[in-house]
C-alpha cells in the first residue's frame, strides 16, 4: 500500500515539474523574442542617430552656402534673401525633425527600458517557479 502511494506521489510530483518544464521553456522563448527585440530597438537607435547626425551636416552645408551667399554684392541681394529664405525654411524643417526624431529616441530608449524590465521579470518567474 506505501509503494502505491509513493508511486502516486512520485507521479504527481513528475507531472507538477513537467508542468514547471514547461513554463520555463515558454518563459525561455518569451525571453529570447524580448532579447531579439531589445537589439531591434537598439539598431533604430542607433539609424536614428545617424539620421539625426547626417540631417546636422546638411544644414551646415546650407548655413555655408548661405554665408556665401550673404558675402555676393548688390546683385546678389535677391538671391541671398531667397537663400534666406530656404535656410529659414530647412531650419523650420530640421528642427521639426530634429524633434520627432528625438521623441522617437525617447520612445526607443522607453520601450527598451520595458523589454528589459519585461525580460528581468520573465527570469525572476522562470526562477521562482522552478
Not at 530656404?86 to 520612445?107: G, H, I, P, Q, R
Amino acid at each position: 500500500m506505501n509503494l502505491i502511494r509513493e508511486l502516486v506521489l512520485t507521479k504527481e510530483v513528475c507531472s507538477t515539474l513537467k508542468g514547471f518544464d514547461g513554463k520555463l521553456r515558454k518563459e525561455e522563448a518569451n525571453s529570447k523574442k524580448l532579447s531579439k527585440d531589445l537589439k531591434a530597438m537598439s539598431h533604430v537607435k542607433a539609424q536614428l542617430e545617424s539620421d539625426k547626425r547626417f540631417l546636422q551636416v546638411r544644414l551646415d552645408s546650407v548655413v555655408a552656402k548661405e554665408t556665401d551667399l550673404k558675402a555676393i554684392p548688390k546683385i546678389g541681394e535677391e538671391r541671398a534673401l531667397v537663400a534666406e529664405i530656404a535656410v529659414a525654411t530647412v531650419n523650420c524643417n530640421f528642427e521639426a525633425m530634429v524633434v520627432e526624431k528625438d521623441k522617437l529616441l525617447v520612445e526607443a530608449k522607453e520601450e527598451v527600458e520595458r523589454v528589459k524590465a519585461d525580460c528581468a521579470n520573465a527570469e525572476a518567474r522562470a526562477l521562482s517557479e522552478y
